[in-house]
């Protein structure tokens, strides 16, 4: 069945980039998501890719797909207290979910 | 204000004790979903609803029920609760087209314990 893998945590020191990667073993899905949940809070939807694309930009987030190796990234620039969540990756086709990645920013 | 709505949002109970936790939303989504999420496990899918009076289950569906008869709830019934089913559930909706364009919305989550 449909996998998707994350790293259970990343920690990055504020104002350096964050970069959360995700693999993930479907390859019919047609978009490929990353949703952001901070502490005591709900999902809420980030950012999404079509996987007709290699790179979508949006301010300071920058998700790259190499549709390839089934391999998405998020990559977050000039990192922030504010930026520290739980971040899922999420493919459509059974709309599965990662484990999420911890975001960990250092003063 | 387009929303999903779950309630209660926190609900500690024991063990046998039939409980109900209710999911709408406003947007006319046909497609709706429950899911739970535990620590190291991420977020797991319960049951879905593709349209009224569809339902069908996810990965995790032993000991819940879930009924659509109305597009804009989609309630998740535990009729005889048990510890393991301590979790941080999520309602989610979409509008479900079939292309895999579907972004969905989430409820704000119900926090529950059972004793």
């Known amino acids: 069945g449909e996998d998707v893998e994350q790293s259970l945590f990343l920690s990055v020191r504020e104002g350096d980039s964050s970069v959360i990667n995700c693999t993930y073993t479907d390859s019919s899905s047609t978009y490929l998501y990353w949703y952001k949940q901070e502490p005591g809070a709900g999902l809420q939807l980030l950012t999404y890719i079509f996987s007709n694309m290699d790179m979508k930009q949006d301010q300071r987030l920058t998700v790259l797909l190499n549709k390839k190796d089934k391999h998405l990234s998020l990559r977050i620039a000039d990192t922030q207290t504010g930026d520290s969540a739980i971040y899922f990756c999420?493919?459509?086709?059974?709309?599965?979910f990662g484990k999420g990645t911890h975001l960990i920013i250092q003063p | 204000e387009a929303q999903v709505t779950q309630n209660p949002r926190y609900l500690i109970t024991v063990t046998g004790k039939k409980l109900t936790v209710t999911c709408s939303q406003n947007m006319n989504h046909e497609y709706m979903s429950w899911y739970r999420q535990d620590p190291g496990l991420g977020l797991r899918q319960i049951y879905y609803?593709?349209?009224?009076?569809?339902?069908d289950k996810g990965d995790v569906p032993e000991g819940y029920k879930v009924s659509r008869k109305e597009k804009r709830n989609f309630p998740l019934i535990l009729e005889s609760p048990s510890p393991n089913q301590t979790s941080l559930y999520f309602c989610?909706?979409?509008?479900?087209?079939?292309?895999?364009?579907?972004?969905?919305?989430f409820g704000p989550g119900t926090r529950l314990t059972v004793l």
């Open positions: 609803s593709m349209n009224v009076e569809v339902t």
């Open positions: 999420a493919e459509t086709s059974g709309i599965t």
């Open positions: 989610a909706s979409s509008p479900y087209t079939g292309t895999g364009t579907d972004t969905q919305y």
